[in-house]
């Protein structure tokens, strides 16, 4: 009992003593815009409807949808044809969403001067992602016809190739926001995120998931709905820099017709931990407080 009551009291002390090295979350609702391909467009309406959950007065600002693409694709957009950057001249977004696939990008940084030049409290998220077909091969075109068996993967070399890529990303963001003078570009850790869910699912952790491949509707990797969700819910923690747990189930599980009731509740809560445990520890999410 007494063993009991002192593990408890570590747990939560642990968790006071996270708490105080958070930011305070954003409490009003945010103007989001984003600019996506697929593995990242779908949480344009899904943290829409996760913040409308929490009661945060969400709006969505404007999207910019375009498979395969880099940003680049999305600023060579016109104007008149891209409703992120009027919505960015206008100074009408809190919040834009970005993620490239490959690195080099320089798109990433002309959308954010472009934007903070007319709304200079704009905040900007660039996504790091999961590995397409579970390697870190940054090459055009891209190689969406390989033969990957998801299953077979060998997470400890998937973790070491996601952060590869992991770094590329921090290395652009640290330099652009160096060159602004403050950090206004942040990472949302999807990438890392989705590796822990995997690795939940080899042992035997993840309700309702059997197999690593349950996450992928094919080789290249594009997601079912709970690796969505997970992102949806990473994105969420970023924008807001508050936990997901204990938001209701998401529209999205819907589809999930072989799967229980009860372990859709299940699941929902490990995706809500992961991506709040994962974001929440990523110094460049702006969630963490950091040394002066």
Same mark, same amino acid.
């Given at each position: 009992?007494?063993?009991?009551?002192?593990?408890? %009291?570590?747990? *939560? $002390?642990? /968790?006071?003593?996270?708490?105080?090295?958070?930011q305070?979350? &954003?409490?009003a609702?945010? +103007?989001?815009?984003?600019?996506?391909?697929?593995?990242?467009?779908?949480?344009?309406?899904?943290?829409?409807?996760?913040?409308?959950?929490?009661?945060?007065k969400?709006?969505?600002?404007?999207?910019?949808?375009i498979g395969?693409?880099?940003?680049?694709?999305?600023?060579?957009?016109p104007?008149?044809?891209?409703?992120?950057?009027?919505?960015?001249?206008?100074?009408?977004?809190?919040?834009?969403t970005?993620?490239?696939?490959?690195?080099?990008?320089?798109?990433?940084?002309?959308?954010?001067?472009?934007?903070?030049?007319?709304?200079?409290?704009?905040?900007?998220?660039?996504?790091?992602?999961?590995?397409?077909?579970?390697?870190?091969?940054?090459v055009?075109?891209?190689?969406?016809?390989?033969?990957?068996?998801?299953? %077979?993967?060998? *997470? $400890?070399? /998937?973790r070491?190739?996601?952060?590869?890529?992991?770094?590329? &990303?921090?290395?652009?963001? +640290?330099?652009?926001?160096q060159?602004?003078?403050?950090?206004a570009?942040?990472?949302?850790?999807?990438?890392?995120?989705?590796?822990t869910?995997?690795?939940?699912?080899?042992?035997?952790?993840?309700?309702?998931?059997?197999?690593?491949?349950?996450?992928?509707?094919?080789?290249?990797?594009?997601?079912?709905?709970?690796?969505q969700?997970?992102?949806?819910?990473?994105?969420?923690?970023?924008?807001?820099?508050?936990?997901p747990?204990?938001?209701?189930?998401?529209?999205t599980?819907?589809?999930?017709?072989?799967?229980?009731?009860?372990?859709?509740?299940?699941?929902?809560?490990?995706?809500?931990?992961?991506?709040?445990?994962?974001?929440?520890?990523?110094?460049?999410?702006?969630?963490?407080?950091?040394?002066?």
């Open positions: 009992m007494r063993a009991s009551f002192l593990l408890a %009291a570590f747990c *939560l $002390a642990t /968790l006071i003593s996270h708490a105080e090295d958070l305070p979350p &954003i409490t609702g945010q +103007r989001v815009a984003t600019c996506g391909h697929s593995f990242h467009v779908f949480t344009y309406r899904q943290v829409a409807e996760m913040a409308l959950a929490a009661g945060l969400h709006e969505l600002a404007g999207l910019s949808s395969g693409s880099t940003v680049l694709k999305h600023w060579a957009v104007e008149e044809k891209s409703a992120v950057k009027q919505v960015l001249k206008a100074g009408k977004a809190d919040v834009l970005l993620s490239p696939i490959w690195l080099p990008d320089e798109a990433i940084e002309q959308f954010v001067k472009l934007g903070i030049e007319h709304n200079p409290a704009l905040r900007v998220t660039v996504q790091e992602y999961w590995m397409p077909n579970d390697e870190y091969e940054p055009y075109p891209l190689q969406t016809r390989k033969k990957v068996d998801h299953n %077979a993967t060998d *997470l $400890a070399k /998937l070491d190739a996601t952060l590869r890529y992991a770094k590329d &990303i921090e290395d652009l963001v +640290r330099g652009i926001n060159r602004l003078g403050k950090d570009v942040l990472i949302v850790p999807v990438g890392m995120a989705a590796v869910l995997r690795e939940k699912i080899l042992n035997g952790e993840a309700p309702g998931l059997k197999a690593q491949a349950d996450l992928f509707r094919d080789n290249w990797g594009h997601a079912n709905p709970p690796l969700i997970l992102s949806s819910y990473c994105h969420f923690a970023t924008i807001y820099r508050r936990s747990v204990g938001l209701p189930m998401p529209s599980f819907k589809p999930l017709k072989d799967m229980s009731d009860d372990d859709k509740a299940k699941l929902n809560t490990l995706l809500q931990q992961i991506a709040w445990d994962t974001v929440s520890q990523h110094p460049m999410s702006g969630v963490m407080k950091l040394a002066k």
